[in-house]
């Protein structure tokens, strides 16, 4: 915890135990002063514990809100799961826009009916993540030059190949007229699906910080296993529900969004029509192929280097982002004690570092988050 700046962390529920009020002491007395957490559910609430997601910063958190989802299944229908944003102020920086979330489970040998289910409330939690993501960007984000940081047990497993409609069968349709989607849509995969989210179809740009730090594979973040004496063993069992050892599962991310689409600053391009009157190009909300047409002219994006995501906007402005050589998946081993980790999830950390372009000044310190 010491050598961190900025913690997040799912699955800290309230309810019914000590370790959040004592893990919030503790970390006040080693300067995490400003916190940020999931609210109580209310007596009268159909929820019985809370969200679970808690944010410690030795850095101002100078807005937060927390916004629930309408409902889950299964174990998690008694959390009041949501999404927690955080606007920490650093010091000689922009501010970080921080948001984290945890979503509906889905679970290992479950029946087809209950496994759809779970997949259908994700998908439908994750609509609701992305629109909570553009309404509070709006609200609080003043400049492209501010990091926006997301991070979360999103229970999506990356590393999973079937396709939602083939997972969903005749229950697509819930989906498709809910948020009036063509049935193309829901034709990938569910990791493809999210990306598309939250980067409003690739007009923003996304960076899944654990997969690049990996090579461009997809880190292994809950249901380890490794290969001893040519016999596939787990890593953890202690934690890691019987069901899914050996599983090998993605489900834990860090992104880094550009939100050029979300914050673009000259209007939307007129395209003409064959009479040569103008008309407002049409695109579906989630619709992520470009319909024909001139495209809708952004900030200038030509700036962006893709190769490590820092990103400049004139000469003479400081550019600072993500050091992705600094991204580390983070696996909570610990020794002489009855268990082997003190986490079933694996976490990811990662340093922010700040550059000049033109004038030559010093390198503030860096910038730890680390996240479970």
Do not use: W
């Not at 010491?2 to 009020?21: A, N």
């Not at 069968?169 to 049935?183: A, C, K, M, Q, T």
């Not at 906007?313 to 268990?339: I, K, M, N, Q």
């Amino acid at each position: 915890m010491d050598r961190y700046q900025i913690i997040c962390l799912q699955e800290m529920f309230g309810f019914l135990s000590y370790r959040k009020s004592k893990l919030i002491n503790k970390a006040i007395k080693k300067g995490f002063v400003y916190v940020a957490s999931t609210p109580d559910p209310s007596f009268f609430d159909k929820f019985l514990i809370d969200a679970g997601l808690l944010v410690l910063s030795k850095y101002p958190i100078v807005e937060q809100e927390f916004k629930p989802y309408t409902f889950g299944v299964l174990s998690d229908a008694l959390s009041q799961k949501g999404m927690l944003y955080c606007k920490i102020a650093i010091p000689n920086l922009e501010e970080i826009h921080l948001f984290t979330t945890h979503t509906q489970a889905s679970y290992q040998r479950l029946p087809l009916r209950t496994m759809r289910s779970t997949v259908l409330t994700r998908l439908q939690q994750l609509f609701h993540f992305r629109k909570f993501l553009e309404t509070t960007l709006k609200k609080h984000m003043r400049s492209l030059r501010e990091l926006v940081v997301i991070v979360g047990d999103f229970n999506v497993n990356a590393k999973e190949e079937t396709l939602v409609s083939d997972l969903l069968g005749e229950d697509s349709f819930i989906l498709e007229n809910e948020f009036n989607l063509p049935h193309s849509f829901l034709r990938r995969r569910e990791y493809e699906i999210l990306t598309d989210l939250l980067s409003f179809g690739g007009r923003d740009k996304l960076y899944d910080l654990g997969r690049i730090a990996n090579g461009g594979s997809f880190p292994v973040t809950y249901g380890e296993s490794e290969r001893v004496g040519g016999v596939e063993m787990p890593v953890e069992v202690a934690l890691t529900h019987r069901d899914d050892l050996c599983s090998n599962q993605c489900l834990d991310y860090m992104f880094q969004l550009i939100p050029l689409h979300l914050l673009r600053t000259e209007p939307e391009v007129i395209i003409a029509d064959e009479e040569g009157k103008g008309e407002e190009p049409e695109r579906h909300l989630f619709d992520s192929i470009a319909t024909k047409g001139t495209p809708t002219q952004f900030i200038n994006n030509s700036n962006l280097d893709p190769g490590n995501s820092f990103m400049r906007e004139d000469a003479d402005f400081v550019h600072y982002g993500f050091d992705h050589t600094s991204v580390h998946l983070e696996r909570f081993a610990v020794t002489h004690e009855e268990f082997t980790h003190i986490s079933d999830h694996y976490g990811l950390e990662l340093t922010l570092r700040k550059k000049f372009l033109v004038k030559e000044k010093d390198y503030p310190p860096h910038l730890d988050i680390i996240f479970d």
